[in-house]
Antibody, heavy 123, light 110 residues
Framework: QVQLQESGPGLVKPSETLSLTCSVSGYSISSGYYWGWTRQPPGKGLEWIGSIFHSGDTYYNPSLNSRVTISLDTSKNQFSLSLSSVTAADTAVYYC????????????????WGKGTTVTVSS | QSVLTQPPSASGTPGQRVTISCSGSRSNIGINTVNWYQQLPGTAPKVLIYSNDQRPSGVPDRFSGSKSGTSASLAISGLQSEDEADYYCAAWDDSLSGLVFGGGTELTVL
């Protein structure tokens, strides 16, 4: 059974970099699938942040592209999110997820989600 | 403003059939498949429908999806109290080269 667990600081100061890690159990991330991040500001809807293929290819939300980096650590079976120059608008619950299929292919969806971690941006 | 448009709310009584719409454009729903996610209060989203009309194992057949042109719909028949949740549609957008979500629909079971 594949499980994902987010971890990282719950509080980040404005202008600093938000860094989160998603630990995967039950499946080797180097074997396949896309792995991605989605966030949800308080009381609002879902926003896709970006995804990384097991080969290292990445797709990012154009509105966040200049501030986002997603990377893999296959030795630890983890993938990570880095979001720079954060503001209060980046306060959200951040979810990691496994993505079946491929962007633009016949099927592409998040089939396994982590429980989410809350990140607050405040001084 | 979300790229995909959903009604903010929907409601029904137990046993009823309700539908939730999702409107997009050619670059997203028009040429790519649509997924639907259910988010129960305080929990992570869960996929209900993928590739327009496919149900993952474990999802009751009360839930069904369809797509026509640049719009998609989620139908829930035999509405139950446990169906109270937020529902989101999503699709890949070729113009944006990104995944886009609808703004979400809050379903209330009266």
């Amino acid at each position: 059974q594949v499980q994902l667990q987010e971890s990282g600081p719950g509080l980040v100061k404005p202008s600093e970099t938000l860094s989160l890690t998603c630990s995967v159990s039950g499946y080797s991330i180097s074997s396949g699938y896309y792995w991605g991040w989605t966030r949800q500001p308080p009381g609002k809807g879902l926003e896709w942040i970006g995804s990384i293929f097991h080969s290292g290819d990445t797709y990012y939300n154009p509105s966040l592209n200049s501030r986002v980096t997603i990377s893999l650590d296959t030795s630890k079976n983890q993938f990570s999110l880095s979001l720079s120059s954060v503001t209060a608008a980046d306060t959200a619950v951040y979810y990691c997820a496994r993505e079946s299929g491929a962007p633009g292919a016949f099927y592409y969806y998040m089939d396994v989600w982590g429980k989410g971690t809350t990140v607050t941006v405040s001084s | 403003q979300s790229v995909l448009t959903q009604p903010p709310s929907a409601s029904g009584t137990p046993g009823q059939r309700v539908t939730i719409s999702c409107s997009g454009s050619r670059s997203n729903i028009g040429i790519n498949t649509v997924n639907w996610y259910q988010q129960l209060p305080g929990t992570a989203p869960k996929v209900l429908i993928y590739s327009n009309d496919q149900r993952p194992s474990g999802v009751p057949d009360r839930f069904s999806g369809s797509k026509s042109g640049t719009s998609a719909s989620l139908a829930i028949s035999g509405l139950q109290s446990e169906d109270e949740a937020d529902y989101y549609c999503a699709a890949w957008d070729d113009s944006l080269s990104g995944l886009v979500f609808g703004g979400g629909t809050e379903l209330t079971v009266l």
